[in-house]
């Protein structure tokens, strides 16, 4: 069986984290996640302290293992957020979009466990000084918000840089993934676009079939020109704002107008005109809908059946 050190640490019992999706990671599928044995986690996007605290409270009638709750440090509910967690005492917090450092004493002395999800060596080494317990070190081939470097050339480099647990993110479906970045140094992944077709995803129907019906090909990355580029599936919506992203006679504020609750449209209401339907480059792997726990099965079987096979590679 696959563990590592972060299994010790967060006492799962292997080491794959479910990605946060806002508007599609909640206590359903965080509970289901957990139950199999990762580490399920809540996705606070841009949602009001008070929807999450419902979705913390509901996933602890649904599991009795550990979770988390991402805290997207850009949305203005995130002071907010990082309060509710503190009292709340989730086991665990991952961030994203930001630099967590104001909340950082405060969910140390909590006794939360805090990974945050950095796109660079540099960042990595900034929150490992504060006191973060491990990193998700996430490649831009990851869905939603997305950085530059690669996973490829990312995980080895923040395992250089820092001496905390690091896990791999971005370009991650199946057990090959997984068995690659094992040894690109990472301690176990986070995996988003598979656990959207789970079962207990309660997303819209038709962004699982999209999902399921996409090649290699069919994601875009858009608004690097703000300064915080989307990674989703190509659609009339990510289309035309690819276009208006390089129209000079189109603001930034306005472009940034285009994009308000384009996922929320596409989650919940599977609007294929209006919606962004956020997902990773790996979405053309994903071939079947699952249970969370035949998913994470499926992933460490393969893995470990690879691992195992590697001196078989070696003369």
């Known amino acids: 069986m696959i563990t590592s050190e972060i299994c010790d640490l967060l006492g799962i019992r292997y080491p794959i984290f479910q990605g946060a999706m806002a508007w599609i990671a909640d206590a359903s599928l965080a509970g289901a996640v957990s139950n199999a044995g990762g580490l399920g986690i809540i996705a606070g996007g841009s949602a009001p302290a008070s929807v999450i605290a419902e979705q913390i409270r509901l996933v602890r009638t649904l599991t009795d293992q550990p979770f988390g709750v991402n805290i997207m440090l850009k949305s203005p ?18 961030t994203g979009a930001g630099n ?16 945050p999800v950095v796109p660079s060596s540099a960042i990595a080494k900034m929150v ?14 990851s869905g939603g918000h ?22 791999a993110a971005g370009g991650i479906g199946d057990g090959r993934g997984m068995a690659a ?32 019906a996409a090649k290699d ?7 690097k020109r703000l300064g915080h580029p989307v990674r989703a599936l190509k659609t009339p919506f990510t289309r ?13 504020e306005q472009l940034e107008q285009l994009g308000e609750g384009a996922l929320r449209l596409a989650a919940k209401e599977g609007d294929e005109e209006r919606g962004s339907f956020m997902a990773g480059q790996i979405a053309g792997l994903v071939h079947e809908e699952q249970t969370a726990a035949e ?21």
């Open 77 to 94: 509910d995130a002071a907010d957020l990082a309060e509710l967690v503190t009292q709340e005492r989730v086991p665990v917090v991952t």
């Open 100 to 115: 967590p450092a104001v909340y950082m004493k405060k969910w140390l002395e909590a006794g939360i466990t805090v990974i």
């Open 128 to 141: 490992q000084r504060l006191g973060a317990h491990a990193v998700v070190a996430e490649g831009g081939e």
């Open 146 to 167: 997305v950085g530059d470097l690669t996973t490829m050339a990312l995980v080895p480099q923040v395992r250089d840089a820092v001496t905390i647990p690091v896990l």
């Open 181 to 212: 970045a094992l040894m690109l140094g990472a301690c176990g992944v986070q995996m988003g676009t598979r656990f959207l077709v789970a079962k207990e995803c309660t997303v819209h129907q038709t962004y699982k079939d999209k999902i399921l």
């Open 217 to 223: 090909i069919d994601t875009m990355s858009t608004g």
């Open 240 to 252: 035309m704002f690819f276009e208006k992203e390089y129209d000079s006679t189109v603001s930034n």
């Open 295 to 315: 998913i994470i099965h499926d992933v460490i079987t393969e893995a470990e059946a690879l691992l195992k096979g590697a001196p078989s590679w070696v003369a």
